[in-house]
């Protein structure tokens, strides 16, 4: 039997403390028994609820015992779809990349000595 696979729009349908499924790390857990034992408290699954909470799971830095406890929750994978992904923009502010061999100040100096010729 294959696991099955969730979407964006999949996960989002399990948001509520009745039905609480989380992504991390392309797998999908459904958290719904577990949240009252969370020993975060039970705001931090219902925040997370029907998301990919990757980056959430891996800041708090779990224990080996959690991954183990999480392990008999997984119920799937997590194929997040474009509207998950917030693709990162350049903005006007970024600075551009300097070519090797050049400072900060080269360009600055090459166009304060053209604008004397």
């Known amino acids: 039997m294959s696991a099955k696979t969730f ?3 999949d996960l989002a349908a ?3 403390r009745t039905s609480l499924y989380l992504a991390v790390g392309g797998k999908v857990y459904d958290c719904t028994d577990f949240i009252d034992e969370h020993p975060g408290g039970e705001e931090v699954l219902i925040d ?3 998301k990919d909470a990757t980056e ?3 800041d708090v830095g779990h ?3 959690a991954r183990e406890i999480m392990y008999k929750m997984y119920v799937g994978e997590y194929e997040a779809d474009a509207s998950a992904k917030k ?3 350049a903005s006007s502010t970024t600075p551009k ?3 090797a061999g050049e400072s900060a100040d080269s360009g600055r100096l090459v166009s304060w000595v053209k604008s004397w010729f």
Do not use: L, M
Request: proline share 14%; glycine share 4%.
């Open 63 to 65: 224990s080996d015992e």
């Open 7 to 9: 979407t964006t729009a």
């Open 87 to 89: 693709p990162k923009s």
């Open 48 to 50: 997370e609820a029907g």
């Open 56 to 58: 959430s799971f891996e």
């Open 14 to 16: 399990h948001c509520s």
């Open 97 to 99: 990349p300097i070519p």
